[in-house]
């Protein structure tokens, strides 16, 4: 009898289990860039004392887009990168699983002032990179762009996703 129950159970146990793989399974490369495609793209600027860095950035708005960020993507021009739009100011925590590249992940504050910069972050991380203070969006730039333009904290961010021009 109790092979019998056992037996029965089967069909329910092969689907939790084939449930429980794929959403355990990491996300293909293909599948990461084609749903990253599309995002919206604009120009944001950096202000460090005199000089004006502009970047082209892609917006991440939403959970699914923040959670993709920059993974699986292997090279970025150096005047890229990928603008985080949170709904308000907090502490934030960034890390770098399933990214390949190198980045500085620039944290920014409601008033558009850079708060901190994590510079040259450690591809495929799993450790926590966190903001150290209060920020509402999150630049991502090439590792070692920050230090080679001279961009620091307290430096000016303008977006028109940030809600300055």
């Known amino acids: ?22 959403l355990a399974a990491p996300v293909a490369p293909g599948f990461a860039d084609e749903s990253q495609k599309g995002l919206p793209v604009e120009t944001l600027f950096v202000f ?10 892609e917006i991440a708005a939403t959970d699914r ?12 021009p150096a005047d890229h990168g990928m603008l985080f739009l949170f709904e308000g100011e907090g502490q934030r925590y ?10 500085d992940i620039i944290y920014i ?25 209060p920020a509402q969006y999150v630049l991502e730039v090439n590792a070692g762009i920050a230090k080679k333009l ?16």
Do not use: C, Y
């Open 48 to 57: 460090s004392g005199d000089t004006e860095h502009r970047f082209e950035v």
């Open 1 to 22: 009898m109790r092979f019998q129950n056992f037996n029965s159970h089967l069909p329910r146990l092969a689907a939790f289990v084939g449930l429980v793989l794929l």
């Open 65 to 76: 887009q923040r959670s993709m960020g920059l993974m699986f993507r292997e090279e970025m």
């Open 94 to 103: 960034f890390w770098m699983k399933n990214t390949p590249l190198p980045l």
């Open 150 to 165: 001279g961009i620091t904290a307290g430096d000016r961010v303008e977006s028109p996703s940030m809600g300055a021009e």
């Open 109 to 133: 504050g409601a008033n558009g002032k850079i708060v901190s910069i994590a510079a040259d972050t450690e591809p495929f991380s799993l450790d926590a990179i966190p903001s150290d203070g």
